[in-house]
């Protein structure tokens, strides 16, 4: 079975089968000689598998040299937020919104930033040179000696169960002295990383707060509940008589909502009514906003007749926070819910998104579906998700390709289509904009085929 490699989110893989503890070892050595930090503060989220591997990590990074903190289960984003806070490097072990029989490893610098793609090449390099060398070896030196003599630097392994209070301090404080009493919220948890803290935050703040799938076991994250499947949030919402309802994933770095009669809004919806609230106040750095390629047409005219700017990024939360700092703006986020506050964190936060559309609300006076009401005019979009055994494949493959070119021809300035190969997951993901959902439909049926009949039966 071939060895994951970084995709756009860290590596990832079937806990134990492709991302073996093996592996796990290698990686935590390996992130170690490359980013020289002295310290890690390592998270998790509730996955069966999350204890071993990073039990494993852990053993990586300290016989690479580096201190391990275990901040147990984290959030990724309260994990990113220790680490800028601390000054320390980070990682944390989560496959996000997969099934629970996945788990990944990804890393933070000690800015508590994601590794850059060029960062994540060297520590694959470091991972396959001289695998069997011990890290204290240097050139000239026998494994295992250190260059001054005496035992190679083995780092020591603590924990810090005050974290979680930590970042609870923090997501608290964001609403810069606000409250939300009064408001009664919906919280789903996915049964993750967020099952604790999440609600603790809301209460603490004064809303009436209902936690949903708020039992993690193990095996039960992400299934059929999170913010990629919020269908059993809606319905609570509305028999509960809630003001609205908040789903994260697994790891809690995405967030998508439903007003109280149960309608669903996506990133796309949430970052406008974030923009337009932040104009309105006067803190929308440059009355501009970074999206991805995947963010609906309908969002870019809504800002475009608020006179709002749009700046287009690659897909990952790490692209829209590159694309943040490069031009010194404050918002950007994704349709799937990674919402990046850049002036309150260094990725997509799931609990902070929550908590400030709540605020949003509360502070306004106005409900969120009157939010929301008719303020991004959709263009029909039709996503596919291909499953191929090889995603990468598609590149080359120009038979795909030719495809495309010819639905672009037949769309015309009407419409748009968008193939990429999954970083996350084995998978071609096609997406295709057009005046009508049949026709979004029929051309993104058609393109799936032919993924199918070059990358799977080719």
């Not at 071993?52 to 990113?80: C, E």
Request: aromatic residues 2%; proline residues 5%; contains cysteine.
């Amino acid at each position: 079975m071939a060895r994951p490699g970084f995709g756009t989110d860290g590596v990832r893989g079937v806990a134990n089968a492709e991302l073996t503890p093996e592996l796990a070892t290698k990686l935590g050595r390996a992130a170690a000689r490359v980013l020289g930090a002295t310290t890690f503060v390592v998270g998790r989220d509730t996955r069966q598998s999350g204890t071993m591997l990073q039990a494993a990590l852990s053993a990586g990074i300290a016989s690479g040299g580096a201190d391990v903190v275990d901040l147990g289960v984290l959030p990724t984003s309260g994990v990113a937020y220790v680490a800028e806070r601390r000054g320390h490097a980070a990682a944390v072990v989560s496959a996000s919104h997969n099934p629970f029989l996945d788990n990944g490893i990804k890393f933070f610098d000690e800015s508590g930033l994601k590794l850059t793609p060029d960062v994540e090449a060297e520590v694959e390099a470091a991972l396959d040179a001289h695998p069997d060398a011990h890290p204290g070896a240097h050139p000239g030196s026998h494994p295992g000696s250190h260059p001054h003599g005496g035992a190679t630097r083995v780092g020591v392994l603590t924990s810090d169960p005050g974290a979680a209070a930590e970042y609870e301090r923090h997501l608290v404080e964001s609403l810069d002295g606000r409250r939300l009493d009064g408001l009664r919220v919906v919280v789903d948890c996915a049964n993750g990383a967020a099952s604790v803290v999440a609600p603790k935050a809301f209460a603490e703040l004064g809303a009436a707060v209902e936690p949903l799938f708020a039992e993690p076991d193990g095996t039960n994250i992400n299934d059929a509940c999170g913010s990629t499947d919020p269908q059993r949030l809606a319905e609570e919402v509305v028999a509960r008589g809630a003001d609205l309802g908040l789903a994260l994933d697994g790891d809690a770095d995405r967030l998508v909502a439903v007003d109280h009669a149960g309608a669903l809004l996506d990133g796309d919806v949430l970052l406008a009514i974030f923009a337009i609230d932040l104009a309105a106040r006067g803190e929308l750095v440059g009355d501009a906003v970074v999206v991805t390629v995947m963010t609906n047409l309908g969002f870019r005219l809504a800002m475009a007749r608020r006179g709002i700017l749009v700046h287009e990024t690659p897909v990952g939360d790490r692209q829209v926070l590159a694309a943040l700092d490069e031009a010194g703006l404050a918002l950007g986020g994704e349709q799937s819910g990674h919402i990046v506050f850049r002036r309150r964190a260094t990725t997509g936060d799931g609990v902070l998104t929550g908590l400030l559309l709540a605020d949003v609300v509360v502070r306004t006076g106005r409900p969120l579906a009157e939010l929301a009401a008719g303020l991004v005019e959709r263009v029909p979009q039709v996503l596919v998700n291909v499953a191929v055994p090889d995603p990468g494949r598609l590149a080359g493959a120009d038979s795909v390709w030719k495809a495309v070119a010819e639905i672009e021809g037949d769309l015309g300035d009407g419409g748009r289509v968008l193939l990429r190969a999954s970083g996350t997951e084995p998978v071609v993901r096609v997406m295709v904009e057009a005046p009508t959902h049949a026709l979004a439909a029929d051309a993104a049926n058609r393109l799936s085929r032919v993924v199918e009949d070059c990358l799977v039966s080719g």
